[in-house]
């Protein structure tokens, strides 16, 4: 491993005799492999307080007098730092993750292929892992390409786009609807589209179907809207030619 525990025995009681036994011993090792010593330990203070330190040592022989340096640096709180940005790293990873909103950064300089996706753009674009996806140009999933070179001139343009509506195709060849947003970014002097993919392939159905089904009730009510209104000059006429 990485991290070897140094005995607690030897540290932990701060007296002369132990340092020396410690130095002794690694000394030992230090003949044995001379990148023994130039790694992270974990010790235990006199306090018994746990700590890491990076251990560095070289070797001097001068006319036959032969001395080992140690050099000790504790890095605890970089450790410790280094070990909390891995947590919240992977905690947002997961998050980014488990969202059903594709997230996905493409090329602008060049080909606009995909450099890095979350998990929800496979389930989107129906591909079997995200090698599938990754390396590919955007373009080879939008059932219109004039579609996907509106869609880059206006993040060139606007710098930030907000749901604009397009029909993409799947790698099974379904077409769907999707709604993207995002903004240019710059990184390491590359232009870059950051981006987010939401499937609303259902509520655009859903939509559609309430859209075309309020139009016929509007005709329906037009209609009789009209017969009513009909019926009613009608009426007026009948009681004209009555009246004597």
């Excluded at 011993?25 to 330990?41: A, C, G, P």
């Excluded at 890095?116 to 599938?132: D, G, K, P, V, Y």
């Excluded at 749901?163 to 999707?178: A, D, F, G, P």
Aim: net charge negative; aromatic share 10%.
């Amino acid at each position: 491993n990485e991290e070897d525990l140094i005995d607690k025995d030897l540290l932990s009681t701060g007296n002369e005799q132990n340092l020396i036994d410690f130095l002794n011993i690694y000394y030992q090792k230090f003949l044995k492999n001379s990148s023994e010593l130039n790694n992270t330990k974990i010790i235990y203070t006199k306090s018994g307080k746990l700590k890491y330190v990076f251990i560095h040592s070289f070797y001097y022989d001068w006319e036959g007098r032969e001395a080992l340096y140690i050099l000790m640096n504790d890095i605890t709180e970089l450790k410790e730092a280094k070990n909390e940005l891995t947590e919240t790293e992977a905690y947002y990873q997961n998050l980014v993750n488990n969202i059903s909103l594709g997230i996905f950064r493409i090329t602008l300089a060049d080909k606009n292929i995909f450099l890095n996706i979350n998990h929800a753009m496979i389930n989107i674009l129906e591909a079997s892992a995200i090698e599938n996806l990754l390396g590919h140009n955007m373009k080879d999933f939008f059932l219109n390409e004039k579609d996907c070179d509106d869609l880059l001139k206006s993040i060139k343009t606007q710098k930030k786009i907000l749901n604009k509506v397009y029909q993409m195709v799947t790698i099974e060849h379904r077409i769907i609807w999707c709604s993207i947003s995002g903004e240019l970014t710059y990184d390491d002097n590359q232009i870059f589209f950051d981006g987010i993919i939401d499937d609303i392939t259902f509520d655009k159905e859903i939509h559609d179907k309430v859209s075309i089904y309020t139009k016929k009730l509007e005709k329906e009510l037009d209609l009789r809207k009209y017969n009513i209104k009909k019926a009613q000059i009608l009426q007026q006429n009948l009681n004209a030619n009555i009246l004597p």
